[in-house]
């Protein structure tokens, strides 16, 4: 009779089952996950001055100024399309100059709608800085903090959600990170009549 070698065999069953105990991790091995960085600064490098109306093609083809720079004690201008009523909803908006936008939300109420742009020029005696509002609008295009270009389109024109017949309301300021405002005041300081300065920065432009 032959042995019987069930205990050999249990024995290797024990033997190919067994685990072995996992090796302490080794510090130096560890790698550590590194903390997010820092989104970058927004380009504010100041340009040339080089500014143009914000609505047409040409700019300022096809429109008209409904309502003007201090008439009403009004801090910007009201641009209508010359067709009337609400002809010029959703129509393009354009950057006035070079620039970062400095807001770019639904304020709801009279405003709507709202893109801020900064701007900087480079002119003889340094550099000076600007804001342009563009309210009311039916859209947004940019976000904030975003480089934009001259004549980039930001947004579209819009009626303050049904507050308004279509229009944009524009303003310039040349005191930067002001309130929102009122639109309207007796007084205008740090305000600008927009085609004035957009005629005054116009030699930084290229030809044509």
Not at 29 to 42: F, G, L, R, Y
Not at 73 to 101: F, I, K, Q, S
Not at 128 to 138: C, I
Not at 166 to 175: G, I, K, P, Q
Request: contains cysteine.
């Amino acid at each position: 009779m032959r042995p019987i070698l069930l205990p050999t065999v249990l024995t290797a069953c024990v033997a190919t089952t067994a685990t072995t105990p996992p090796a302490e991790a080794d510090a130096d091995t560890i790698t550590e996950i590194a903390a997010p960085s820092a989104p970058a600064a927004p380009d504010r490098t100041p340009t040339p001055p080089c500014a143009q109306l914000p609505v047409g093609e040409p700019p300022g083809q096809g429109y008209r100024v409904a309502q003007g720079f201090g008439t009403n004690r009004h801090l910007g201008e009201d641009w209508n399309g010359v067709g009337g009523g609400n002809t010029d909803l959703g129509d393009p908006v354009y950057a006035m100059a070079d620039g970062v936008v400095s807001a770019a939300h639904d304020f709801r109420g009279g405003w709507g709608r709202v893109v801020r742009i900064e701007h900087r020029f480079t002119l003889e005696n340094g550099v000076e800085a600007f804001e342009s509002l563009y309210a009311h609008l039916d859209d947004i295009a940019v976000e904030l903090d975003q480089r934009v270009e001259r004549g980039q389109r930001i947004g579209s024109i819009g009626d303050a959600h049904g507050a308004y017949i279509a229009h944009l309301h524009l303003e310039v300021r040349d005191v930067l990170r002001l309130p929102l405002g009122p639109g309207y005041a007796s007084d205008p300081s740090g305000y600008i009549d927009p085609r004035a300065w957009v005629a005054a920065h116009r030699s930084g432009c290229p030809p044509g």
